[in-house]
């Protein structure tokens, strides 16, 4: 029903699968054609041409692989091989690959519906399988309608002396999104009507919309507007509003397991860097990064409009929505602000657990929030008819930082740094649930004799215990098929990684068997 | 079973029932003969007297009929008309009329039985529809017995010259409630035996009671005492303590559901006005409030003797007392302090909640406590074999204000702007009680989409939601059915008047149904 | 199964079980020979040799009787007194006679096996009734197996001049506990291998064992290591490693229930005082106190190695062990910080409850923390196959206190004191879990009169409840059947004391009936 894309344009691939030969590269025994590779030679990270032939694979630490043309889909996994969420990612070097996608992406004009959303998929299927659906106008969604696809060419405001005052090529922001096509000579007086600012901060230029109701406008700076002499403008909005499409994306990576993690990120917002291009990046990187390895659940991810998007999706996917078991929407992680969880609708789903738990054991400030049915698409995703366990991971939240929907969020309101943060934490709570199995203690009565498994040291009367044996001692007291490895880091206050490698040890050693 | 009292003296009244002609006002389509009225005209509030020629009935916001003789009954509603809940009474009016009533009832001598109840009962019955009752002496209810009736004439103590040093005429405190008749001639050493006083604060008479062991005694002022001359004393208590009954008052309000709200107050103190003419004052204006008002519930308010009075009720309507579905012992509701609450038994009953949550969003200091069996007549109605959902809401709390039980709960200590505030928070709980019902998104998949309805603004690009949206948000994610509205009030921490007002826009735009 | 020991050398018995004769002492109706007594008269408490001549056995208060021989084994308990339970110890006299039981038991090098245990089970025997059990080495236990018996007679490193440098005869915590035979010459950088030291600690000997693995080594002062010169070392360990077995030791009360609590104590490790001949000495004081009183529970204290002990005694009462309703790991009870509770695992376990109630109450500093599987025995007892209702409550936990595991652990770092505090806590305890049971109020539907029965003061107009009245409202609106005596102690916030001594003066009045 969700076939993969077979046309893959990068790739993050482990060394452990590359083979490599003088002038050539190798992946599941695919020949790789040509392509450029950033690699981690021990600690130096150098990005090199194609030329393998002084690199051995047993140095290398991270591929970044650009397929010129291959064929590739994602392998189905060996369900031993946990090797890859344990993989510690060269976050510096994601950072600035989804700050690069970023910088690519901003100078398109997305909105809703249209060619910039095309465009921006484009974009992304050279990085990711992606699928890119197309949903005509008036197509019923529950309550919505697709509503007519928008496309804009031009829109300024001349002066009496021809001089755009307003460009559209300067900034897509400058034109309300979804306005109708307008041609017009009017006075200051009654384009003012027309006319948005921020007057707080009178140097940027806000983002403003009307998709539901037929409007035109401009948006532009107060102090621009402040400029502006009192005369006769040329108005034009050189646009569209037609019956068309609305078009999103999908990028399905088939796991173990048909049950579902859902990574959801908005795509219909113009130059704006951290809302929501970051989230788009994210995704990317994310997808990239998973793609190719062995997978417990299968992943979906969307890149659709906001709302609209959501609701059409779930519209088409209603009893497929079924197998979402934990979900996220990815925005606005590029800011350099802590780390800021919304809970899903449900509170204690295991994606709440996971997030919280991983964002606790990071060593940086962060904050939790209450779920509440503001904020981007968990809107729809929670409503009562799906309740889906979907929650909100950004840096700051949406509305609290100043920059939010004005051209200050820009190329430098994100960074890589923050981005690979976003990474790294996404990374690590997708691991927690790919990992959080049940195990079953076979040894249950008393303690097992852990010093004969060389599990234990043998020298008593410390007066503490090493972490990796206090989590063999939690796992081990846990493990009663009651209990998951996250319910172990929960209560234990041990990392999620701890808890899993003694529970991977004791595994080893015959002690534990994973539950079904 | 419980008939409505025919005759109602006082009636708070909406303007929409109020049909005006010159010299004349009719209510429910019945011509009221003559009166006074209390009106709010636009931002004035006036009292005039009976000439309604220049008023026009579309500007009363507010009316206090005072009727000189009628025939009414409280209807029994329209279940479609909720305006009364809504509607803000002039809390200032009625603080004075709370007020004055008190000062009326001041001067009476009331203890567990005798004329002092029923005086205090028949003033009541001038405001509101009431019925009395009378227990004779003997009768068993559960534990206890109806005691004898207790009355008394006079007391005093007279020095050697005549004087009446210790005078019942000046202040009823001056005998211990419920002293048996003595008639004495007895030297300052014995008498002392029966003298209290209360030494930290030596200008106050303490109030004191003797129910249950026959005994007799003065309470009266350290400085009092210590002015007393060693000398012989006449003594004499010219009370009577025979067979009789125990008296207390019944309002009933008939509501569409036989499930009731249960108002309690003691009626059974002195002259001490936060103790209880305050909770009997704010009975009677709940009472006329709702009177003639379309109600969810049926209303019962008790104006009973503490302890015995609440048992003897119980032991007489044990099968009744089932239908009570929330309850609040209405005591010290005139002092300025802050108010408390006092949880019920179960500790999270609809009353607790919806109590907390009008504190909460009051804007004022208050407290909450838990349970505990000590206090006024809750401890009866949550004796383990009701258990009934019955809390405390007052201002200071008994016991805790210096004044308590003491000569200094006066005219004075009581204000008619705490009265109100307790009027007013009392009417928002009974309020939340009233509208506190379930509905059904009857769109739950996704979001409807509210712009089209009107129900939402036009223009995207906003940082915050309004209230307004916010609550219709958090009111359509929540009504699956399981959430009434304090629920939703409770989660999304909005005042329940906006979630419940979000509700009734979402209902009209047939976005809701109301659960049965 | 657990018959009591016949033979007890120091009882505490009840004064009103004895009989007292000049220059004699019966008790149950047996002759006691001889013995010196420790009483309280009145206020005073004095120690007098024998001669009971001046004394009325109704002035004594607590009596400690050594007995020189006798026969006496535990009265099986009349179930309506219970005046054990209520009963004041004389801490003070207690603490010292625990202090002087620590000090004749300091010497003995004690390991998991060998003589020491059993020198040490000796001298418990003498004092509380006592079966000692010894488990061939091999036996199987779960995971584990009965290691070899470890004995040393000497030990020493010498230097050319032939002085023990390092000398077992001096402190037995020089010896790696469990080390092999050694019998060797050696330059000091061979034997430096073998040394272990504290260097955060330069003058005290850390105690180090080697249980699983065949080592051997000595401890000893960093000071002392510094001191040795560079030289050639005669080093020599008498000890034997050789098939024998494991002793540990077990004292029963019986109780009217076969349901127990088990009170385990570790008795392995040589000469250090809080860790754990507190434990031992405690066990030993509360054994002695409850034997011969009647008993709800039967009492089970376990004296037993560390975690082998532990492991084969559940081994060999694995069905038994479903019995044991309640227990406490007894450990590190002699240092004067404040006391610590760990939960058991199950978190809100009655013994749980039990201890915080009481901890709670005492006026005292004390800390609580959750279950972790690392500490003492309560490791075993709580393993998923038996997860038993253990906690542990020491004074400063284990491994908090410098001197853990070291030669400062000695005479001085415990105090009569402490040890004290910790037998009146214990008692506390298992007072509270021999009293909670659950009432019945037989007069459910309101307050029952208890001013007619003498419970209630006759004078009203009090502004506060005392204690006692206020603790009789609690157990009459509590005892629906649902609640404990501990669950009203803990909701009303007053001492379970309180709580107790209103549910027996209401239950003499009538009013209530123990529920079966």
Redesign the interface.
């Known amino acids: 029903m969700y076939p993969c894309e077979p046309v893959s344009k990068t790739r993050f691939i482990e060394p452990s699968r590359v083979e490599a030969q003088p002038g050539a590269i190798a992946w599941n025994h695919q020949k790789l054609a040509a392509g450029w590779l950033a690699v981690k030679v021990k600690d130096a990270r150098i990005v090199v041409k194609f030329d393998l032939a002084s690199i051995r694979t047993s140095e290398l630490q991270w591929i970044d692989l650009r397929l010129e043309e291959t064929n590739v889909t994602a392998p189905s996994g060996d369900p031993k091989d946990k090797s890859l969420h344990r993989r510690e990612f060269p976050s510096g070097e994601m950072g600035r690959w989804m700050h690069d996608f970023i910088r690519e992406l901003y100078p398109i004009c997305r909105s809703i519906t249209g060619d910039g959303v095309r465009q921006t998929l484009g974009l992304l299927a050279r990085r990711i399988p992606l699928q890119t659906h197309e949903v005509p106008t008036g197509t019923r ?4 309608t697709v509503p007519k696809e928008w496309n804009i060419r031009d829109a300024y405001v001349k002066d009496p002396s021809g001089e755009r005052v307003i460009d559209f090529k300067k900034s897509n922001l400058h034109v309300l ?1 979804y306005s109708v096509p307008v041609s017009a000579r009017m006075p200051l007086s009654e384009l003012r009507d027309h006319l948005f600012t921020l007057p707080d901060h009178p140097d940027w230029i ?8 037929e ?1 035109w406008g401009f948006c532009l700076s107060q102090n621009a507007l402040a400029a502006l002499p009192d005369s006769v403008y040329e108005v034009r909005i050189d646009s569209s509003l037609e019956d068309g499409h609305l078009t999103y994306g999908e990028c399905f990576l088939p796991g173990r397991s048909a049950d579902e993690v859902l990574l959801s990120c908005h795509v219909c917002h113009p130059s704006l860097c951290n809302d929501n291009l970051s989230g788009i990046a994210l995704c990317a990187a994310l997808a990239g990064s998973l793609a190719g390895s062995p997978l417990r659940y299968s992943y979906r991810f969307l890149f659709i409009p906001g ?1 609209i998007g ?2 059409v999706w ?2 088409r996917n ?1 009893d497929h929505a079924k197998r979402i078991r934990h979900g996220l929407v990815v925005a606005g992680v590029g800011d350099p602000g802590p780390m800021s969880y919304k809970r899903s ?1 449900r509170g204690d789903a295991e994606i709440d657990r996971a997030v919280v738990h991983v964002l606790g054991h990071r060593g940086a400030p962060y904050s939790v929030s209450d779920f ?3 904020g981007y698409d968990e ?2 995703y ?6 889906l366990p979907v929650g909100a991971l950004s840096r700051t939240p ?3 930082y100043e920059q ?2 004005t051209s200050a969020d820009d190329l430098d309101f994100v960074t890589a740094e923050a981005l690979a943060g976003s990474f790294t934490t996404y990374r690590s709570v997708l691991g927690v649930l790919e990992r959080n199995v049940t195990y079953l ?1 076979l ?7 852990l ?2 498994r060389g599990l234990y040291r ?8 090493k972490t990796s ?2 989590a063999m ?2 796992v ?5 098929g009651a209990h998951s490895l996250l319910d172990i880091a929960e ?2 206050e041990l990392p999620f990684e701890a808890i899993e490698t003694a529970a991977g040890r004791l595994a080893e050693a015959g002690l534990l068997r994973e539950c079904p």
């Open positions: 969604a529950f309550d919505w999104n806000p983002y403003k919309t009307s998709y539901y109701r409007n709302t959501a609701i779930l519209a209603e609708r509440s049915p503001y809107r729809q929670s409503s009562p008819g799906f309740d949406h509305g609290r939010y929907h203690n040894n249950p009565k008393c303690e097992p004799q010093g004969r043998d020298l008593g009367g410390h007066a503490e215990s044996e206090l001692l939690w081990l007291n846990l493990s009663d209560r234990s």
